[in-house]
């Protein structure tokens, strides 16, 4: 852009002396002043018709210039001629350059939209996947509630005076569902969440594992202390009949 911009003022700055030169040649060189003579003379009588015509007059004939007079007009007539190629010369070349430089413009906006949009799409994607994993993490949530809700119901019934230590401990998974509340606190980049939701969805599947287990061992306990019950009732009838009989 900027060697285009000197070789333009170059250009004119070089063609009023060429342009002078060339005036010079039409008036010394044999060869080019007959041509540029009859140049001359024939620009002249196109002149007149025209001035004539448009006078609304008929036309007539027309004298020839002089010769001296016919040299300077055809001189001065290519001098000027190619003043004004270079001028249009220059004037294409500055319209090609700007249009050039907007059709680069448009097509580095054209990009940065487009960049633009994949960046969306693809924050749309991550944000869509975080709603997804919040969602999973809130149904693992209600369903761990829903054990652990079961285990207090079972040991309300049944008692825990009777159960070993090791479930008693297994109490506390009532704690978790408040810990997993905060299951939807937000990171710092895209390497962070991507290992605090893993990281959460296995500790809340280890936890809902666990809990279904003591569940499960919780049912089987007050089952067989129903049964004991029953049939230590059943002896406790059995004997008092005994003893009431004469």
Request: proline share 2%; hydrophobic share 40%; net charge negative.
């Amino acid at each position: 852009m900027a060697s285009l911009k000197i070789g333009s003022l170059l250009l004119r700055t070089l063609s009023k002396p060429i342009a002078n030169k060339i005036k010079q040649q039409a008036k010394d060189h044999d060869g080019f002043k007959s041509r540029t003579i009859q140049m001359a003379q024939f620009l002249h009588r196109a002149e007149m018709n025209l001035r004539v015509k448009l006078l609304g007059e008929s036309p007539r004939h027309v004298r020839p210039l002089s010769e001296s007079k016919a040299i300077d007009t055809g001189a001065n007539f290519l001098s000027e001629t190619f003043l004004f190629s270079v001028a249009a010369i220059i004037i294409f070349g500055e319209t090609w350059r700007s249009k050039r430089a907007e059709g680069k413009r448009r097509d580095a906006i054209q990009d940065a939209l487009e960049q633009n949009k994949a960046d969306i799409e693809r924050l749309q994607g991550i944000l869509n996947e975080e709603k997804q994993e919040r969602e999973d993490a809130v149904k693992r949530e209600k369903e761990l509630e829903k054990v652990v809700e079961e285990i207090v119901l079972i040991g309300l019934h049944g008692g825990f005076g009777e159960l070993p230590d090791e479930w008693k401990r297994h109490l506390v998974l009532g704690e978790l569902a408040k810990r997993f509340r905060t299951a939807d606190r937000v990171l710092r980049d895209d390497d962070e969440v991507e290992d605090g939701s893993e990281a959460r969805a296995g500790m809340q599947q280890v936890d809902l594992a666990r809990a279904q287990e003591v569940a499960e061992t919780l049912k089987a306990a007050t089952s067989e202390r129903a049964e004991e019950a029953g049939t230590a009732a059943a002896g406790d009838d059995g004997k008092a009949d005994v003893d009431t009989q004469p």
